[in-house]
């Protein structure tokens, strides 16, 4: 048995375990560090306050319940209770704990179990809370992830817009070029020495960027400046205008320690300004009117010349429609401009009726054309306007004259002709030479009295006269009578045209026409040879057509052959008579009656006219 001495001694040292145990479960359960237990089923048997503070549970609903309830990802949980049940220590293994107010708590787990033998009787595992940490890593990795974006913004900003940037770091006298002013100076490498970027600079401006450098220095403060000088390409040897811009950062001792900014090739914008004021002195300078409007017929410019044909200044006109110097009945012909400019087409030589300030009306010529941006994309539009009024007049005054001149002559040419044919006619009189020579003088008679019906229906048209008188006729017979006034001599004249066809036109005027027609066609075919007028039937209408074997029209004339006056000048045609006015005529005649004369040639193998006319069907 055991003495009363060591009955009593164990009773004591057992109170006193009892407290020092009692003691440690207070200070494991008030610890700060989260504490809890769970069996081999999974369940929580114990936790401590700081555990259920951290997820915001009573004792009553975290004790008992599944720990993986209580765990965001489930598959981390089965791991860890696994390893448990294995005997292997949980060593700062990161986890997901939900909390009761619905919040997630990024937690770092360790933990062992508490085995008797080979009997699992539970885990200890310490929860340590690391929320901040990860939330503040996310915020990192956030901001990392929006930094690394608006720096690849800048770069395609900069890259975009042309901007090369640089870095200079003072105190060791060496420059930090991005690719693109890298590729600016042309140097080989991004890290330059000071000299080395300064060698770039043109001779004559080292001086002036020098004075910058100094002037920064002396002055000893942070600031911003910005220069434009020329730097010399040495593989092109050529020279470019830059822009610098940049901050200066300075030290406590007011010594410059750092420099960064950015340099831009403006040599094109150098160019182009140069340009600018070159075509700007150029458009003040001229004689002609020069007016810039939008596609709605609002006018952004207005030059003095504009100024002293119509009278308004720039400050008046500027931001008004166009409309305010067009006549109100004319105003269609704005929409026809504006409409011909969107389509991107140009307007030569445009005659037209324009109102000054004092409400004087002038003959200009109109010279249109679309402005077009970078893109091609029409953004404007640019007006020329030449004062033609003394040029009409003076075309009025000509017509009125050789109108007067054409029926002055007609008179007496109509007599001479009169006595051409009656000394013909009485050949057993005047005797056979005479009878011969009257012929002639027929001949060259009746061509002066085309050549004054030619003039005469000039003037009708320049001065919008030229009436139509239309009715019904054979086509055969104009045909007939038009050869028959020709003076044939060693041409062979080949005509074919279907009786039956007639046409619905100015008979006389016609006349003029084919008359013209076959007339060149005899006079360009200076060797003889065929000259064949034929008809042919299309559908609804006839082509007609005059078809010589001469010398042809080379291509670069064909397109003006028909404005008036205009001759083709070489030395085949050195010999040939003429004003140049028939083709205009035929032209102008066939457009009244809404056709039209084209014209195929080949230089040395003749020319072939032709226009298509309407059958015309008796009702």
Not at 195 to 205: A, F, G, K, L, M
Request: proline share 2%.
């Amino acid at each position: 048995m055991s003495s009363p001495q060591t009955i009593e001694q164990l009773a004591t040292e057992n109170y006193a375990l009892k407290h020092r145990i009692s003691e440690l479960s207070e200070f494991i359960d008030r610890a700060s560090l989260a504490l809890h237990w769970v069996d081999r089923e999974g369940f929580i048997i114990w936790a401590n306050q700081a555990e259920l503070d951290l997820l915001g549970y009573k004792e009553e609903e975290y004790i008992g319940a599944r720990i993986a309830d209580f765990h965001a990802n489930k598959e981390t949980i089965a791991n860890i209770l696994q390893k448990l049940l294995n005997n292997e220590r949980i060593e700062d293994c990161q986890a997901t704990l939900k909390c009761k107010n619905g919040e997630l708590k990024h937690v770092v787990i360790n933990s062992s179990a508490l085995m008797k033998g080979d009997e699992f009787i539970h885990s200890m595992c310490f929860t340590k809370d690391i929320t901040e940490a990860v939330l503040a890593e996310k915020r990192k990795d956030q901001l990392t992830v929006i930094l690394q974006e608006k720096e690849e913004r800048l770069r395609l900003a900069l890259v975009s817009t042309g901007l090369g940037t640089w870095d200079w770091n003072s105190e060791k006298e060496v420059v930090h070029l991005s690719d693109l002013a890298q590729k600016m100076l042309e140097l080989p490498h991004p890290l330059q020495s000071k000299q080395t970027v300064i060698e770039r600079i043109h001779p004559e401006d080292i001086h002036t960027v020098y004075q910058q450098i100094n002037r920064m220095s002396e002055n000893g403060i942070d600031g911003h400046f910005d220069f434009t000088c020329r730097i010399i390409k040495p593989t092109t040897d050529s020279v470019a205008f830059v822009k610098i811009t940049g901050l200066a950062y300075f030290s406590g001792t007011r010594q410059s320690r750092r420099i960064i900014g950015a340099i831009m090739d403006i040599t094109d914008q150098k160019k182009a300004t140069e340009k600018s004021a070159e075509l700007a002195a150029i458009v003040n300078s001229s004689y002609d009117a020069i007016i810039g409007k939008t596609l709605e017929g609002i006018i952004t410019s207005w030059n003095d010349a504009a100024y002293s044909l119509f009278g308004y200044t720039s400050e008046e006109m500027i931001g008004q429609s166009i409309l305010k110097l067009i006549p109100r009945e004319r105003h269609s012909e704005e929409d026809y401009i504006l409409g011909r400019m969107r389509q991107g087409h140009s307007i030569k030589h445009f005659e037209t009726v324009r109102q000054t300030k004092s409400g004087k009306l002038i003959d200009l010529s109109l010279t249109i054309s679309p402005i077009k941006n970078d893109l091609g994309e029409i953004i404007g539009v640019s007006k020329i306007a030449r004062d033609i009024t003394e040029k009409k007049q003076e075309e009025q005054r000509k017509n009125v004259f050789i109108s007067m001149a054409s029926h002055e002559l007609k008179t007496p040419l109509t007599t001479v002709m009169i006595g051409a044919q009656m000394i013909q006619q009485h050949a057993n009189i005047f005797g056979q030479k005479s009878a011969q020579l009257g012929a002639k003088i027929e001949a060259q008679v009746k061509k002066m009295m085309l050549m004054i019906e030619d003039f005469l229906s000039i003037a009708e048209v320049e001065e919008g006269k030229l009436q139509l008188n239309k009715s019904a006729f054979q086509l055969e017979r104009l045909m007939i009578d038009c050869v028959g006034d020709l003076p044939i001599g060693k041409h062979t004249i080949e005509m074919y045209c279907d009786p039956t066809i007639n046409i619905f036109a100015d008979r006389t005027k016609m006349d003029q026409v084919i008359g013209n027609l076959l007339s060149n066609a005899i006079k360009y075919s200076p060797n003889g040879g065929k000259v064949m007028i034929n008809v042919k039937t299309q559908a609804q209408n006839v082509r007609i057509y005059v078809r010589d074997e001469g010398i042809g029209i080379e291509k670069k004339h064909q397109k003006n052959i028909f404005k008036s006056f205009y001759r083709v000048d070489n030395l085949n045609t050195s010999n040939i008579s003429g004003f140049g006015i028939g083709l205009y005529l035929v032209a102008e005649i066939l457009r009244r009656h809404g056709s039209e004369i084209h014209v195929e040639s080949v230089k040395g193998k003749g020319s072939t006219f032709y226009f298509d006319f309407p059958i015309h069907t008796a009702c």
